[in-house]
């Protein structure tokens, strides 16, 4: 997967209730079976409601 920031398309902020301009966090995500791709998703979250955590291990 990967992650980026990114400003939502007008049907974006519609469905998410924010303004155009608001920031958002885009995560894009392909799942592989096999030698096959079982789906593609680019997953939209607004800036103000999205936390992203790790840790690290030695």
Same mark, same amino acid.
């Given at each position: ?8 398309? /007008?049907?974006? $902020? @519609? ?22 791709? /079982?789906?593609? $998703? @680019? ?16």
């Amino acid at each position: 997967y990967s992650i980026e920031a990114c400003l939502p398309t /007008a049907q974006e $902020a @519609r469905q998410l209730g924010i303004k155009r301009g608001e920031p958002c966090l885009a995560m894009m995500r392909r799942t592989v079976s096999g030698a096959h791709v /079982a789906s593609v $998703a @680019r997953l939209i979250y607004p800036g103000t409601r999205y936390s992203f955590a790790g840790q690290f291990q030695a």
